[in-house]
């Protein structure tokens, strides 16, 4: 059972200043995530499947499940500062220094059993458990060094017996400050590791393992004074051996009750060991886990971590996060396995088919078993949801390559698998070829055809080979952004190889034809540009009798009377007509000039011509549309008809 703390700054803040502390109460269990302001230790039950992490921000412990999700909380936990728990995992230990005491928690309920006054100014601190005692560090106010003090949870203080022990360290030349780091191991009960930077010598390292197994505690190992370790701030016992890890980077072996250097890990600041030897080492980034005695790590998070614990069955790490304003729970998951990495190179283009080679290489810090074999599966226009190929092998170097004769043209992907195992995650990567397809021929009629307002024109495609995909699509994009693409069919051609639509030709219009190719042919797209004419009439109005002058229907006017001339056109907005008129002299039309006037919204524009005053006079009129200066150009230009005037006396 262990705990970890940020840094021994974290001590330093605690032994200098005074911290304000507030009190919140406990909550409702909630699938909620776990957020602290500060840390006050974390400790895993196995036994019930919980996370334990102390929030001294907040004087309060919440439990959570593996997933890090909380699922209760208690308050009243003044200055919680470390946890630990029973050899069973269902008691809960908290050092809390604000009101300097142990307080024993049901940790099922996370109802306070017990609380356990201690003596002190400073502290208690550090909490473990083992032995069948729980044991903390403190600050004794006789003489002002930190001590050992321990608890026997068996005796009764109603029987007249205090359980309570204070000054507990078996060495009286073993001066630690009161914040000294504790560790036990499951794999050696009855074992406690103690480790410090002397108070006043600020690179003084102190560290003991002592025997608390029996009466009294035994010194079985001890270092005080040396400068070899250099301000220690972490220490953990290492399962299975007779040694300590220092900073998550020295191991040093304590035969004969000494400390002698045993190998080292790349440098750290501080780490966990599981209870299978694996070690969860913290640095400033990144958590890395190191097989024992190995000097590459198995596998690495690039989590800024600086609190963890071990679930007991060493399946995963739960970490304490930082993020904006404090600290996050997360879980940590397949710690004993390798994250591989996997290339995939495939030719940029191919022949389709023909041959083609797809290599790459598998790298993990963990080599791959040997025979280790790779998934294939090919994605293509024949098979979008994938085809298994063959297995690959990986060589012993993790290169591995293999050949393929790709059936389909277009984006073919190919993506390689390792299924992972025992001491690997899965991995898998992907790698595109742009496979060669043959072009086929799309025609489409009419283009350039320009036709009456509202005439219903019939546009064909025709599709030449193809493989299998014989579906042509048939759009209309009329002029003006008001009205969008339109599709108009979609359809298999004929057996000639074709397919039509109808447009109602109200505006110019771009038809397109569209075949979105197949596994062997490419897609193509053609368009055809037809021209519509706008609807245009010109009503005359005021004459007094219409007749013919030569082969021409005038309307005939009195001198004095100002013909009224209404033009109609195909609305469209902010169209205009341009007024066109010319006078007959002299055996020639010439022109009387030409000026443009805004349509209503109804179509509709009124000229009234003045009165010429004397008669004899022929002069004919017309509306145009002419596309681009009427003020659009979604319709082509456009002569209305003329309409003759002739005035008499």
Known sequence: MRTRNISIATTLAVLFGSVALSVAAAGPASAVSVTIGSPGGMVVSGTLGRVFVGNDSTGSIIAADYSGNRVDSVSGINGVFDLALSDDGTTLYAAARGSHEIVVLDAATLDVKARYPVATSIGPLRVEFTGGKVWFTYEDPSDGYGNLGSIDPAVDPADGTDPMALRQLPHEALAIEGGAYLDTDPSAPGLLAIGATDFYDMTTDLMAVIDVSGATPQLTAWHDGGYSLNYLTDIDLVPGAAQVLVDGTQRNAYAGGTFTAAGAYPAGQ???????????????????????????????????????????????????????????????????????????????????????????????????????????????????????????????????????????????????????????????????????????????????????????????????????????????????????????????????????????????????????????????????????????????????????????????????????????????????QRFDLQVHYNGAWHSGGSRYFALGTNGKSAISLGAPGESGIRARTRSVYVNGTSGDNVNSTTYGAWKYLYFSK
Do not use: C
């Not at 072009?439 to 005439?455: P, S, V």
């Open 270 to 576: 501080s780490a966990d060991i599981a209870p299978n030897g694996l070690v969860a080492q913290i640095t400033e980034t990144n958590v890395s886990v190191y097989r024992p005695g190995a000097s590459t790590p198995i596998r690495t998070y690039a989590v800024d971590a600086p609190v963890l614990a071990w679930a007991p069955d060493s399946s995963r790490i739960f970490a304490l996060v930082s993020s904006p304003g404090g600290y996050v729970l997360k879980t940590l998951t397949d710690p004993a396995k390798s994250v591989p990495t996997l290339t995939v190179n495939a030719p940029a283009t191919a022949t389709r088919a023909k041959n083609l080679t797809v290599g790459g290489k598998v790298s993990a810090t963990v080599p791959l078993p040997a025979g280790a074999r790779l998934q294939v599966t090919r994605t293509d226009m024949e098979s979008p949801a994938g085809k298994a190929l063959p297995t690959v092998a990986v060589r012993t170097d993790g290169t591995y390559s293999f050949t393929d004769t790709p059936p389909a043209g277009g984006t073919v992907t190919y993506k390689v698998a390792y299924a992972g195992g025992t001491d690997h995650t899965p991995v898998s990567g992907t790698d595109q070829v742009a496979v060669s397809r043959a072009a086929t021929t799309l025609t489409l009629n009419k283009n350039g055809n320009l036709y009456i307002y509202g005439t219903d024109v019939s546009f064909t495609a025709h599709l030449a080979t193809t493989y299998k995909n014989r579906t042509v699509e048939i759009w209309a994009n009329p002029y003006g952004a008001d009205k969008p693409n339109k599709l108009l069919r979609t359809a298999t051609v004929n057996s000639s190889g074709n397919i039509s639509a109808t447009v109602d030709m109200t505006r110019d219009t771009v038809i397109s034809a569209v075949f979105k190719g197949d596994a062997r042919y490419k897609p193509k797209a053609v368009t055809s540009t037809a021209y519509a004419r706008v609807k245009v009439a010109t009503a005359v109005s005021k004459h007094y009798k219409t007749a013919k002058i030569g082969s021409k229907s005038y309307y005939w006017f009195h001198k004095s009377t100002n013909p009224l001339l209404t033009s109609t056109m195909t609305y469209y907005p902010g169209r205009k």
